[in-house]
């Protein structure tokens, strides 16, 4: 790969990455309603979901090539319905003060987020349809270093997000209700616009 396509591809990756998604936005929704102990716990679940997912996508990619890319747009479906629900689980909590003990932030939560993650699994394919599959001689060493490459767009950015919310809990501790009001729209609209 040219230096001027690795160039390409790492701005890609940062601008898509570190921009609102799902995953994004659940890691700091859960950050700010729970925790240190409990978002930490979810973002190990993101970092396996998108380990898998980036894996699958990789071999699919390397094995089908393009042939895969007319199916790939309908897998936007059930990851949106999958967010929309988290979204929607978000707008309903009331934000007592049992919020420890009812967490919904746990390794499986932040695993399925992944592996439903419309945005990450059309990223992925995009990315390598876009930056190995054209390239003449591609080998599956190109796919290994890409996809090594995803993990700035997915577990850096989910981390950093959490990180974040972690840094602004503090601000928001009084204000369970809204946040978790705000946090389902923007969950929702995630939703929403994988759709569109």
Not at 52 to 74: F, K, R
Request: hydrophobic share 55%; with cysteine; charged share 10%.
């Amino acid at each position: 790969m040219s230096l001027v396509l690795l160039g390409k591809l790492l701005l890609y990756i940062v601008l898509v990455g570190f921009t609102p998604g799902p995953a994004n936005i659940y890691a700091l929704s859960c950050a700010l309603k729970y925790g240190r102990r409990h978002s930490l716990g979810m973002w190990f679940g993101l970092l396996a979901g998108f380990s898998v997912t980036v894996t699958t996508v990789a071999v699919i990619s390397y094995l089908l090539g393009t042939a895969m890319g007319h199916y790939v747009a309908y897998i936007k479906y059930p990851g949106a319905a999958y967010i929309a629900w988290l979204a929607w689980g978000m707008m309903k909590n009331k934000g007592d003060n049992t919020e420890q003990d009812n967490c919904k932030c746990t390794f499986i939560d932040g695993m399925i987020m992944q592996l439903t993650n419309a945005k990450m699994i059309l990223f992925a394919f995009t990315t390598f349809g876009t930056f190995v599959l054209p390239n003449p001689g591609h080998t599956l060493l190109d796919f290994v270093i890409v996809a090594l490459m995803l993990y700035i767009a997915g577990p850096v950015a989910n981390l950093v997000w959490l990180m974040l919310g972690l840094w602004l809990r503090p601000y928001f501790t009084g204000y369970h209700r809204t946040r978790s009001l705000v946090m389902g729209i923007a969950l929702m609209a995630c939703a929403v616009f994988l759709v569109l």
